[in-house]
């Protein structure tokens, strides 16, 4: 049994790492994408987890899968496409550390996963189905996603869902947000960063928003905010959790960390039982996932920077909470 399995876009991130003698910028290969991101959090905290997507035959796709295999995460659901390359993204971080993508992906080989392809298997055998917005950009991955969680619920699996909003990869913002919506109305536990928030509810309030989002039927609803935190909705119990006063130098990956940490947090439970959650057991998670996802903006890179169960522990023991 898989305490998650994933579906989605696993790529290659070009970060900055430094300059050449004479100032030319240099970039470092990082392994990345979303779900797989997530799924790396929760297997370096010992969850055991599977992904389901598509790299190129090429180099870049093999460095990918062997990245997955020495975190623990199952690729029997990997495919490799022999016709499309690997997905690449160039990682731009300014003096804040916040990020700008520029993608290589027209095609990309994660855009090119097939429904036929799934190892539908892999949701039978899992606790959490999750999945993210960058494979609804464009088909064949869009049908093979939804199709997917369709089918995770059909089978009684939890469904969570993360809508990460990339503009580069999107027609426009209202085609985004469309496609968007599809998946939030198979969510049961929904990650959303406050840009994303806005977008979907049409509130630029956290209150108001979130309501807008649960009525199209997820349980728990999370806003992850920077160093103000996490903002959550759980039924009508809503509040925010602070986050910890660390050294940020990237934010890669932070969110997808934070997530992680939650679903790892979650895999034990049924539905009825997320549902149940009392403010102070909820708060306790999400104190978690805010030191995993703090501590990840303190180092280079998304996978590469994903913390241990002692370092979490450590930053919720000794390091200060940002004021709300």
Known sequence: MYDITAIGELLIDFTPAGQTERGDLLFARIPGGAPANVLAAAARLGGKTAFLGKVGRDAFGAFLRATLDGLGICTEGLCADPRVNTTLAFVQLDEHGDRSFSFYRKPGADVMLTY????????????????????????????????????????????????????PLWEDAETAREQMLRGLRLADVVKVSGEELQLLSGAAGLEEGSARLAEYGPSLILVSLGEKGAFYRLGQLTGRQPTFQVNTIDTNGAGDSFFGAVLHRLSGKSLADIRAMGREELEDILSFANAAGSITTTRKGSIPALPTLEEIEECRRTVPLFPL
Do not use: M, W
């Open 116 to 167: 036929e392809e799934v190892r539908r298997d892999l949701v039978d055998s899992c606790r959490i189905l999750h999945f993210g917005s960058v494979s609804l950009t464009d088909e064949p991955s869009r049908s093979a996603t939804l199709q997917t969680a369709e089918y995770a619920r059909e089978q009684g699996k939890i469904i969570s869902y993360d809508p990460n909003y990339r503009p």
